[in-house]
DNA sequence: TTAGATGCAAAGACTTTGCGCACTT
DNA sequence: AAGTGCGCAAAGTCTTTGCATCTAA
């Protein structure tokens, strides 16, 4: 996995950067964002990094998760359900959320041009596109209810 | 306030139509909601709640916010912070967030026309456009971070 | 009358914080 | 060597649940 690799090395190399510690527990939680290519609760990112390394403690993912924020390394949405996701900031843009199968499908940010011009002409409102959060019904259960119904 | 009291007639209405019992508690929420025109957490509603009736309990509001949500009453969204808000469905459309004031603005659902049929067309995706939630800095905000800086 | 709704209290899910020791730099 | 970051455990916030009682219909 050549790809995920340059993605935690960078990571790191932000981490150093900011005159930060490079640490194991970091370069696990780095890893479970690179490794998983979609959107990891706390808890999901927490189990998997215990896969690896069981010592590390939930408390120290999240504020793992915290500083990483800080450094632009990560965003967190919140979605349909309270707990928050995470994903490494810049690979995605936009979240659609089925509410019926529970999944998240990312999009790319320019399905958001036409409407982040609108709300700032309209409203003078900035979107911030990496939150853009959407719950709705995707393809395949718009297809089920269909059919069952 | 004769148009909030209607609101509170339409919502026992419904509830009485649904064959669920009209009772003190539902009422409160009920007038909670239709008063304040804004997006009250589950907190926000019982602290209203109780000014009136102290004895409800903030499980009997999460019980009836959640039987207002099947009856298609309210809406929740989850916006920047944890705790979910809730509103009058119906009267709202979407939602604007600014995570420097916090403040949430409401805008109407024709905003999101073009977006929704794009989403559609480009992943067969169906907003559900009552849980519209962006965020992003308000107009407010971007002007003092400009002539602050 | 009687099933459904409530109040209270406890539990559960998710997240933050305090403290002393370990590890990175 | 110095001081940041960690593990553990406890606390905090937000929400759900169990059960006995009460009440709307």
Redesign the interface.
């Known amino acids: 996995m050549p790809e995920s690799q340059s993605a935690v090395d960078e990571i790191l190399t932000t981490i150093r950067d900011a005159s930060r510690r490079v640490t194991v527990p970091k370069r696990a939680v780095a890893e479970a964002l690179a490794g998983a290519n979609g959107h990891l609760t706390a808890d999901a990112i927490t189990v998997e990094v215990q896969r690896h390394h069981p010592e590390i403690s939930p408390s120290t993912v999240y504020r793992i998760l915290e500083e990483f924020e800080e450094l632009k390394i990560v965003v967190h949405a ?5 707990a ?1 996701v995470y994903h490494l900031a810049g690979t995605v843009h936009g979240h ?1 959320t ?2 019926v199968c529970n999944t998240t ?1 990312e ?1 790319p940010a320019a ?2 041009n ?2 982040s011009r ?2 700032k002409k ?7 596109r990496h ?9 395949n259960c ?1 297809a089920s209810s269909r059919t069952e119904v």
Chains 1, 2 share one sequence.
């Open positions: 919140h979605l349909g359900r309270p928050a659609l089925c509410h499908f999009i399905h958001f036409t409407l609108d709300l309209s409203f003078g409102f900035q979107l911030d939150h853009v959060a959407l719950s709705g019904t995707c393809t718009l």
